[in-house]
């Protein structure tokens, strides 16, 4: 198949380019791929010798503002304010559907609207528009004020789907959810990306160009309009979306996926290795009966990942998670130059001691990855550098058996739920918003976030 690595499409129109990067990038030359064998790569951190970066200090148990529970550990000087608890009601009336997930966070004036994945099943649609109403997935919308540290209201926002895992926010102020998940619920297939606006309602209408797979996570490169997706397969592919109009992925587009070399590179239990400049291969059919993407694209050569999690684009680049890949088989973090095509593994753990199966993931305005961790035991929320270097910032210490505030939650240890939907506060990077998946809580962290690199 034809290398289409060198291509770049159009830049957006002049109107949409305050929202973007500056002008398209200027298309990469064609660079031939180099064996792993002859190439300058550098080796996996032995186990037990992990490269820890400069963080923000240990961590210490801190109550949250709104109730008075002890429900985090952060380093000194973070604060805290929860929201959105499952159950809660929201200001449509709907109680908050649980299984919060990914997220992210657009500025509208003096107020910050993020819209919230919620991970749930086949059900009754929570709220309107549905989808299908026999699905119990789908995105609410709440409102922050970043000067007051005050939570302002929620809503339901797109019903009707499944197991909205994570996504990604695009350039044009829009959120992109995906459905972790390949069936056909009621007559209906799942397994898509659905488009909600920063305020309002959401689109029920799936993108089917963009494929339909086990889907994660997206990151769009704001010079082209590109959108990198992953999948959660324990033999995923990472592909890339180039819109037929850059801006407007009702349009449809080509689904193509990233190969290493000329064939289906396995990358599952790479340490730290530069793959130099890849490639991209034809999916010829984004919309199949059957769960065929993956074997489409490795068929053309693509290359074989570990289950595909977070992504986030940010400081130029796309930042793509493996939870299960590395040489421990705990996790690897990857770097792609969208300009360049080049490719890398940033950072690979070395042990579950050091960073136990990460998941959702951001960037920070100050050029920091967070880590979102879906491990065992303790779960903990992660800082890395553009250097690789690895810290904890967050522990998850929700034990509600003591009580729950008056929250219709399970009076339960809730320290080992996943944390998911790291998002700064896109201005001023003030405040990091996240989740815990179970009992399903929102939080709003703030502190001295320029005494570290996040």
């Given at each position: 198949m034809a290398d289409t690595s060198a291509e770049r499409p159009t830049a957006f129109p002049v109107e949409r380019r305050g929202l973007l990067r500056g002008a398209a990038g200027v298309a990469a030359a064609t660079v031939a791929f180099q064996s792993l064998s002859t190439r300058n790569a550098v080796a996996a951190p032995a186990p037990g010798k992990p490269r820890f970066g400069p963080g923000y200090g240990p961590l210490r148990p801190v109550k949250d503002e709104t109730t008075g529970l002890e429900l985090l550990a952060l380093p000194r000087g973070f604060e805290y304010v929860t929201y959105g608890w499952t159950n809660d009601p929201m200001d449509d009336g709907v109680r908050t559907p649980g299984a919060h997930d990914g997220m992210a966070a657009f500025r509208h004036g003096d107020r910050v609207h993020l819209v919230r994945n919620h991970e749930r099943g086949a059900g009754d649609a929570f709220t309107s528009p549905a989808y299908n109403p026999a699905a119990g997935g789908g995105t609410t919308t709440l409102v922050f004020d970043p000067d007051a540290g005050r939570w302002l209201e929620s809503y339901g926002s797109l019903g009707g789907t499944i197991r909205n895992c994570a996504g990604g926010p695009t350039p044009w102020g829009t959120w992109l959810t995906c459905e972790e998940t390949f069936s056909t619920t009621v007559g209906k297939r799942h397994g898509y990306v659905f488009e909600v606006p920063s305020q309002g309602k959401g689109n029920p209408v799936p993108?089917?160009?963009?494929?339909?797979?086990?889907?994660?996570?997206?990151?769009?490169?704001?010079?082209t309009g590109r959108v990198y997706e992953t999948e959660d397969r324990g033999d995923a592919c990472l592909y890339r979306f180039t819109p037929t109009v850059p801006g407007n992925l009702a349009r449809g587009g080509r689904l193509e996926a990233l190969r290493i070399g000329g064939t289906s590179y396995d990358t599952r239990r790479d340490g730290d290795v530069a793959y130099g400049t890849v490639s991209w291969v034809p999916v010829e059919d984004a919309d199949p009966a059957q769960d065929t993407v993956r074997r489409q694209a490795q068929a053309n050569g693509a290359a074989v990942f570990g289950r595909l999690e977070g992504a986030w684009y940010g400081n130029d680049r796309i930042y793509v998670i493996s939870t299960d890949g590395g040489p421990a088989g705990q996790g690897q973090?990857?770097?792609?130059?969208?300009?360049?095509?080049?490719?890398?593994?940033?950072?690979?753990?070395?042990?579950?001691?050091?960073?136990?199966?990460?998941?959702?993931?951001?960037?920070?305005?100050?050029?920091?990855?967070?880590?979102?961790?879906?491990?065992?035991?303790?779960?903990?929320?992660?800082?890395?550098?553009?250097?690789?270097?690895?810290?904890?910032?967050?522990?998850?210490?929700?034990?509600?058996?003591?009580?729950?505030?008056?929250?219709?939650?399970?009076?339960?240890?809730?320290?080992?739920?996943?944390?998911?939907?790291?998002?700064?506060?896109?201005?001023?990077?003030?405040?990091?918003?996240v989740n815990i998946q179970t009992p399903g809580i929102t939080f709003a962290i703030t502190g001295p976030w320029r005494k570290g690199p996040l």
């Open positions: 993108h089917t160009a963009m494929g339909r797979f086990n889907h994660e996570a997206v990151a769009v490169d704001p010079a973090v990857f770097e792609l130059d969208p300009a360049t095509d080049r490719f890398r593994v940033l950072f690979a753990s070395p042990g579950p001691e050091v960073l136990n199966a990460p998941d959702n993931m951001c960037v920070s305005p100050r050029g920091g990855l967070v880590l979102c961790e879906d491990g065992g035991g303790t779960e903990y929320v992660h800082g890395l550098t553009q250097e690789g270097e690895i810290f904890r910032f967050a522990a998850n210490t929700v034990d509600l058996r003591g009580g729950t505030a008056g929250k219709d939650v399970p009076a339960a240890d809730h320290t080992g739920s996943e944390w998911a939907g790291s998002v700064f506060e896109p201005k001023n990077g003030n405040w990091l918003f």
